[in-house]
C-alpha cells in the first residue's frame, strides 16, 4: 500500500473593491466589535483558510442582535457587501460554500435585507452582455439554486429576467462556434459552457416548480410562459443541430421532455405529446398551439436518428412511471419507444451511439419495472416473455452480448437481468422452475456452444433467477462441462464467474432446504468431485487456469471443502502407489501431462494457505490433513509444477509474519537438495521467487519475535501455534538459513552446471538483500556476511570463468552486496594473479572470456591495495602513488585503479595492436561503472596517435 502525502489545502482569498472596503470603513467601530469590523478585518486578511474561520462567525454575531436593532443602515451596508463577495468568488473556491453555509442560518430580522441585497446583485449580474462572462453568472446562478435559501429566493424573484438570460445564453453561444470552426480549444470551451447552460436551465425549471407549484407559468401568454415555450423552442434546434457534441445533444432531449411535462396541464396529456414527438406525427386535433409552436418541427419533418435516440431517452428519464400516472396513454407510450429503440438499434452504428442506445434500453426495462407494478393486464400480457417486445430484446441481447465495446457488454446484461425479472412480473403467482419461458431459455442457452462468451453472463443470471436447480434438472453434467472449457485462458474468467454463482446459489439452496441433514455432501459430489477429477487428470493449461480461478473462489465460499479435497486425494494417491513399484521411494506417481492426484493434493493445499484456509503448518495442523512424506512427496516429483506448488505449499503464507517451523525448515531443505539443477528456466525462477518470500517472512516474523523477546510481558500474544519461547525460534531461524547458505556453497563448484550456478547466485542474492549488515539498534537474525569466508569469495569469483554472462552478472552483483571488508584482498601476490589473468583474458578471441575479463578488472578495481600489490608490475605513472595521501578520502583509491588499468590496457595496445579492439571493449565496460567518462576520450586520443 503506498501512503500518498496529504495536499495543503489552497483557498483564494477574498477581494472586494475600493467603494466596498470605504463602506466597511465607514461602519466599523473603535473597539472593532461590530459586524463591518469583523467584515473589514476578513477582507483585509490574504490567507483564505483564515477568511473562512472569520466568516463562519457573521451569524453568530448577528443572533446576539436585538430584533429592534436589525434596522441599523450598517446591517444593510454589510449584507449589501456581503452579496457583492458572493457573487465575486468563484463557483470552485471553498469560500463560496462556506459563505453560503453560514448564511442559511441568517437570523429572521436580517433574512428580508438580505433577500433585497442578493436579489440586487444578482440583477446586476444578468445585465452581463460580455459572451466571455456568461460562464460565471450561470455558475453563480447554479449555487444560489443549491442549498441556498438566500440565493433561491433571489433566483426566484428575479425568475423571468433568469429565463431570459439563459436564452440569450442559448442562443449566442451556439452563434459563436460556428465562428471557430477548426477551432477546438475555443470550441471545446464553447461547449461546456453551453452544456452547463442547458443544465442550470433544467434546474431552475425543477426548482421553480417546487417552489411556485407551477403558478409561475400556467398562465398561458404571460411573460414566464412565453419565455419557456421560447426555451423549449431553443433546445428543439439545438437537439438538431448536428455541429454540437452528443452530450449536449442527449441533455437537450432530457430538457425538452422536461419542459412539455411542466407546461401540460395534466399528467395524462403528457404521454400523448411525447409521442408525437417520437412517432413523427400530429394526428390528434387536441395539440396544443404552443407544442406546436415550440417544437411542432421535430413532429413534423424528419430528424435525425441520434436526435430521435435523445427525445426517447428524455421520456423514459424525466416522466414518472411509477403508480399508473399517465395512464394507458403512458403503457402505450411505453412500448412505442420500445419499437422506436428496436429501430434505432438497425441503423445506428457509431460506438458512441450504440453505447448511448445500450443505456437508454436499460433505463427502458427499469421503467417497464416500475410500470409493472400498477400496470393493466394488457400491458402485463405485451411484456410477457412470449411477447414482441421482449422478443425482441431478447434479440438485442443476442447480437450485442459478444459486443467488441466494454460499456455495451455491460449494459446488455443488466438488459437481459431486468428482463428476467420483467417476465417474473407478468406472470406473478407462477412456478418460476416450470416456467415454460424460463425452461426454454435455460434449454436454447445450454444448446449454445462454450465458448460463446454471452453465454456465461446469461446463465448467471438465470441462476440468481431461477436457481440452480432448475438449471441442473436439464443438465447435470454443467459444472465438468465448464471445467473442461477453463483450459482456454481467454474463458477461464468467464467460466469461474459462472461457477461461483452456480455454486454459492446451490449451497443456499441446500442449506435452506434441509437444516438438519447433510446437505454438504451433495454440494461436495456436485461442485468439488468435478474439480478434483480434472485436477488429476487434465492438462496442464486447463488445470493452472482452474487453480488460479475457480479453486480460490470454492474455499473462500466453503473452507471447510478442504478437509474434503485432501481426503479423496490422498486415497486416490495412495491406491496408486499401491498398484504401482516405486524405484525410489520418494518419487511419487504422475504422468508428463497431468498432475496426478498428489499434484492435485498439493495444488488445493498450497491455494489454500496463500488464501489464509489453511492458517498454520505446524505439524499438529498438518498432521490431520497430510503427513510430512506425503510433502516430501511433492518436493520431488517427476512434475515441475507439483514440485513447485509442493514449495509454494511451505513458502507462502496469508500472513507475512506468519512463523516459519522446524517442519518447514526441513522439507525446504530436502527441496533445496534435490532441486538445485532444474533444466527448466521458468521453474529456476519460481524456485528462487519463491524461497525469497520464504526468506522475507524469516525476516518479519524475526522481528516480531525480537520485540516480544525484549518484552516478556507480552509472551500471551504470541501466535497460539507456537509452542516455543521467542529466543529458541530465532535461534531455529539462524541456524535454518547458515545451514541453507552451507548447501548453496557446496553446490557452488567449478564443474557445477549452469543452472545450478544460476539458482544459487540468485538465491543468495536474495539472502544478502534480505539479510543486509543492521544498521543502528536493529536486530538481525541472519546475516550471510558471517557465513562467508576467502574461499567462498572465491568460489564466487570463479563463476566469472562462466560461458553464460547472466552468471558473471549474479556473481558481480553477489560480490557487490558483501560487505567490503569481506572481499577485500589483501594478499599482493593473490591480486597480481588475478590482474594477470585479467590482462590475458581481455587478449582472448573469444567473447566470452573478454567478458569475464571485463568483470574481473571491475573487481580488482574496487581493491584498495591494487596499486601497491602491483608496484613491481607496473611502473607506477607520474601522479599515480600507491600510497594514501594525507587528507585523502579512501574513495579515491577506485579513481586510482581505474586510471592505472586503463594505463596498462594501453600500452598493451602499442604491443598488440592487432587486439587493440578486444581491449578496448575491457576498457569501456569500465568507465560507465564509475563515471570516468573523460578517460575514455583521452584512451581513444592515444590511440589515433599511436
Keep these: 500500500m503506498v501512503l500518498k502525502k496529504k495536499k495543503d489545502i489552497q483557498v483564494a482569498a477574498l477581494i472586494v473593491g475600493h467603494q466596498e472596503l470605504e463602506t466597511l470603513k465607514s461602519f466599523a467601530d473603535a473597539e472593532g466589535e461590530n459586524l463591518a469590523s469583523l467584515l473589514l478585518h476578513c477582507v483585509q486578511l490574504t490567507d483564505g483558510l483564515v477568511q473562512i474561520q472569520c466568516i463562519k462567525q457573521i451569524v453568530p454575531l448577528l443572533q446576539k442582535i436585538d430584533g429592534h436593532q436589525a434596522c441599523d443602515p450598517m446591517f444593510r451596508s454589510c449584507l449589501d457587501v456581503l452579496g457583492r463577495i458572493y457573487f465575486s468568488v468563484g463557483s470552485k473556491n471553498p469560500l463560496k460554500k462556506v459563505l453560503a453555509s453560514s448564511l442559511n442560518g441568517l437570523p429572521e430580522p436580517f ?23 456568461y460562464r460565471k453568472v450561470v455558475d453563480n446562478l447554479a449555487s444560489c439554486m443549491e442549498n441556498f435559501n438566500l440565493g433561491r429566493t433571489s433566483v426566484m424573484n428575479l425568475f423571468k429576467d433568469v429565463l431570459q438570460f439563459l436564452q440569450k445564453v442559448l442562443v449566442e453561444i451556439p452563434e459563436e462556434n460556428r465562428k471557430f470552426t477548426g477551432n477546438h480549444i475555443a470550441q471545446t470551451e464553447l461547449m461546456h459552457n453551453l452544456l452547463i447552460t442547458i443544465r442550470v436551465s433544467m434546474m431552475l425549471v425543477q426548482k421553480g416548480q417546487e417552489i411556485s407549484q407551477g403558478e409561475l407559468w400556467k398562465i398561458p401568454g404571460s411573460p414566464v410562459w412565453q ?11 439545438i437537439l438538431r443541430n448536428d455541429d454540437l457534441l452528443q452530450n449536449i445533444q442527449s441533455t437537450s432531449g432530457l430538457a425538452i421532455i422536461l419542459l412539455i411535462k411542466t407546461l401540460c396541464d395534466t399528467n395524462e396529456m403528457i404521454p400523448g405529446l411525447v409521442n408525437h414527438l417520437i412517432l413523427h406525427s400530429v394526428e390528434s386535433p387536441k395539440v396544443p398551439e404552443w407544442f406546436m409552436s415550440s417544437c411542432g418541427s421535430l413532429c413534423m419533418e424528419d430528424i435525425p436518428g441520434p436526435a430521435l435516440l ?63 407494478e400498477s400496470s393493466s393486464l394488457s400491458l402485463k400480457n405485451s411484456l410477457n416473455g412470449n411477447s414482441y417486445t421482449i422478443g425482441r430484446l431478447l434479440e438485442y441481447v443476442y447480437t450485442h452480448w459478444e459486443h467488441p465495446l466494454d460499456a455495451v457488454r455491460h449494459q446488455t446484461k443488466t438488459i437481459f437481468k431486468n428482463l428476467l425479472q420483467i417476465h417474473q412480473c407478468t406472470v406473478e403467482g407462477s412456478n418460476c422452475v416450470s416456467d415454460p419461458f424460463f425452461l426454454g431459455l435455460i434449454e436454447n442457452l445450454l444448446r449454445l456452444e462454450w465458448h460463446v462468451k454471452g453465454k456465461y453472463t446469461c446463465l448467471s443470471c438465470l441462476v440468481d433467477c431461477v436457481g440452480i436447480e432448475t438449471i441442473l434438472a436439464v443438465n447435470k453434467t454443467i459444472p465438468s462441462q465448464i471445467l473442461e472449457v477453463m483450459g482456454d485462458q481467454s474463458l477461464a474468467p468467464y467460466a469461474s464467474d459462472l461457477l461461483e454463482t452456480m455454486f454459492k446459489n446451490h449451497k443456499n439452496h441446500l442449506k435452506s432446504q434441509a437444516l438438519c441433514s447433510p446437505w454438504i455432501d451433495q454440494w461436495h459430489e456436485t461442485w468439488v468431485s468435478p474439480l478434483l477429477l480434472i485436477l488429476r487428470e487434465g492438462n496442464l493449461e486447463q488445470t493452472s487456469s482452474i487453480i488460479d480461478y475457480y479453486l480460490p473462489k470454492l474455499l473462500k465460499c466453503s473452507p471447510e471443502s478442504l478437509g474434503y479435497m485432501v481426503k479423496i486425494l490422498q486415497t486416490s494417491t495412495n491406491i496408486n502407489i499401491g498398484k504401482k513399484i516405486c524405484f525410489y521411494p520418494l518419487l511419487s506417481l504422475g504422468s508428463r501431462d497431468s498432475r496426478g492426484s498428489l499434484g492435485a493434493l498439493m495444488a488445493c493445499l498450497r491455494t489454500a494457505r496463500a488464501h489464509g484456509h489453511l492458517q498454520s503448518a505446524s505439524h499438529v495442523t498438518w498432521g490431520s490433513l497430510v503427513s510430512s512424506a506425503k510433502i516430501k512427496q511433492g518436493l520431488v516429483h517427476q512434475h515441475c509444477q507439483v514440485r513447485i506448488d509442493a514449495l509454494g505449499l511451505l513458502c507462502e503464507s496469508h500472513r507475512s509474519t506468519e512463523i516459519v517451523y ?113 544498521e543502528g539498534k536493529v536486530q538481525a ?164 596517435l599511436k
Design 227 to 237: 419565455s419557456m415555450c421560447d426555451l423549449l423552442s431553443i433546445f428543439s434546434k
Design 310 to 372: 435523445f427525445l426517447c431517452q428524455g421520456a423514459l428519464a424525466m416522466l414518472s412511471w411509477k403508480n399508473g400516472n399517465m395512464g394507458q396513454s403512458g403503457e402505450k407510450l411505453l412500448l412505442d419507444i420500445a419499437s422506436v429503440l428496436f429501430t434505432l438499434s438497425l441503423q445506428l452504428k457509431e460506438s458512441s451511439l450504440e453505447i448511448f442506445l445500450s443505456r437508454i434500453l436499460v433505463i427502458w426495462t427499469n421503467s417497464a419495472l416500475d410500470i409493472l
Design 111 to 133: 433574512f428580508a435585507d438580505a433577500v433585497c441585497s442578493f436579489t440586487s446583485c444578482l440583477q446586476e449580474e444578468l445585465k452581463t452582455t460580455n459572451l466571455y462572462s
Design 781 to 944: 537474525v541472519f546475516q550471510l556476511s558471517e557465513e562467508i569466508d576467502f574461499a567462498r569469495v572465491e568460489k564466487i569469483m570463479e563463476c566469472f570463468s562462466s560461458t553464460f554472462e547472466e552468471v558473471k552478472i549474479l556473481a558481480f552483483d553477489l560480490l557487490m552486496k558483501l560487505p567490503k571488508t569481506i572481499i577485500h584482498f589483501q594478499d599482493p601476490l593473490k591480486l597480481q594473479a588475478l590482474f594477470r589473468a585479467a590482462m590475458d583474458l581481455s587478449t582472448s578471441t573469444k567473447p566470452y572470456d573478454c567478458v569475464t575479463a571485463s568483470y574481473l578488472l571491475k573487481f580488482l578495481i574496487g581493491q584498495e591495495g591494487l596499486l601497491a600489490a602491483l608496484a613491481t608490475l607496473i611502473n607506477n605513472p607520474p601522479g599515480l602513488s600507491p600510497c594514501q595521501k594525507e587528507g585523502e578520502e579512501p574513495v579515491y583509491f577506485v579513481e586510482r585503479n581505474t586510471l592505472m588499468v586503463i594505463r596498462h590496457l594501453l600500452e598493451n595496445l602499442e604491443r598488440e595492436i592487432s587486439q587493440a579492439e578486444s581491449s578496448l571493449l575491457q576498457a569501456a565496460a569500465l568507465f560507465p561503472m564509475y563515471g570516468r567518462v573523460h578517460c575514455i576520450i583521452g584512451a581513444f586520443q592515444q590511440l589515433s
Design 662 to 774: 522446524v517442519e518447514e525448515m526441513q522439507l525446504i531443505q530436502f527441496f533445496i537438495f534435490y532441486n538445485l539443477n532444474s533444466q527448466s528456466p521458468s521453474m529456476r525462477q519460481q524456485i528462487c521467487y519463491l524461497l525469497q518470500k520464504l526468506f522475507s517472512r524469516i525476516q518479519e516474523s524475526s522481528q516480531v519475535l525480537y520485540k516480544l523477546e525484549q518484552n516478556k510481558s507480552q509472551q500471551d500474544s504470541l501466535d497460539d501455534l507456537t509452542e516455543k519461547n521467542p529466543s529458541e525460534t530465532l535461534q531455529q531461524y539462524k541456524d535454518f538459513m547458515s545451514s541453507i547458505c552451507n548447501i548453496l556453497f557446496r553446490a557452488l563448484f567449478p564443474g557445477s552446471s549452469h543452472s545450478t550456478k544460476f539458482t544459487v547466485l540468485t538465491i543468495l542474492g536474495s539472502i544478502a538483500e534480505l539479510f543486509p549488515v543492521p
